[in-house]
């Protein structure tokens, strides 16, 4: 029976360069679906951010790509099958080269339909719709070591209020990645006898990405 991974032995990596956009004239409702990108030059195993109108489940979302081909390739477990029709967008290879060895620990949130009240006059149990999703934030605490590439990069980023891709991946395997504007002002945080530590805040736009390995 497989166990659920533990957070000890993860990587974190953060984009460290966004190749310029390949524009993408269709994604197909398939699973799974199918980008269409004329001389995309890209390869199994890389990481694009997708951007797309119509088809709004995959809107600023990172995929792997798997089947790639000269103009087109595929968003690697991702079943479209029952997604908006897609009108338009684009795709930009990501570099995930900067990586964290700081973090301390990881708490989220959001993610949660507004709840509408759809109740009538006639109904005797009040009835809810699902509304807007928000928006999924992670608060990371993490050490406050000037040393840490990653920290540092996170602080620059804030200050552009930047767009940046994250990848986790546990010692297991399994690997997350996401897009999102991040929050760090590098302020220390601490109380006596205690590892000096600062926040690191990513809202995310769109929606996690999860693979298996």
């Known amino acids: 029976m497989s166990q659920a991974p533990i957070w000890t032995g993860v990587s974190v990596y953060m984009q460290s360069a966004i190749a310029t956009a390949k524009t993408v004239t269709a994604v197909a409702k398939a699973n799974p679906g199918v980008a269409s990108a004329v001389a995309n030059g890209y390869a199994n195993g890389d990481f694009v951010l997708l951007s797309a109108q119509g088809m709004r489940e995959v809107n600023n979302r990172v995929f792997r790509v798997s089947g790639a081909a000269t103009d087109a390739f595929n968003l690697e477990g991702e079943d479209t099958t029952a997604y908006g029709t897609f009108a338009g967008g684009s795709a930009k290879k990501l570099t995930m080269?900067?990586?964290?060895?700081?973090?301390?620990?990881?708490?989220?949130?959001?993610?949660?339909?507004?709840?509408?009240?759809?109740?009538?006059?006639?109904?005797?149990?009040?009835?809810?719709?699902?509304?807007?999703?928000?928006?999924?934030?992670?608060?990371?605490?993490?050490?406050?070591?000037?040393?840490?590439?990653?920290?540092?990069?996170?602080?620059?980023?804030?200050?552009?209020?930047?767009?940046?891709?994250?990848?986790?991946?546990?010692?297991?395997?399994?690997?997350?990645?996401?897009?999102?504007?991040?929050?760090?002002?590098?302020?220390?945080?601490?109380?006596?006898?205690?590892?000096?530590?600062?926040?690191?805040?990513i809202s995310c736009n769109g929606v996690p990405t999860y693979y298996l390995t």
């Open 97 to 201: 080269g900067t990586t964290f060895a700081t973090f301390a620990s990881v708490a989220v949130s959001g993610g949660d339909p507004d709840e509408i009240d759809a109740t009538t006059i006639h109904d005797t149990i009040k009835k809810v719709r699902f509304g807007m999703f928000s928006a999924i934030k992670f608060a990371v605490q993490s050490q406050w070591d000037l040393n840490d590439a990653g920290l540092l990069a996170a602080i620059a980023a804030s200050k552009l209020k930047a767009e940046r891709a994250f990848m986790f991946v546990f010692e297991s395997g399994e690997r997350m990645v996401f897009n999102g504007t991040v929050s760090a002002s590098g302020v220390p945080t601490g109380s006596t006898g205690q590892v000096a530590q600062t926040s690191i805040n």
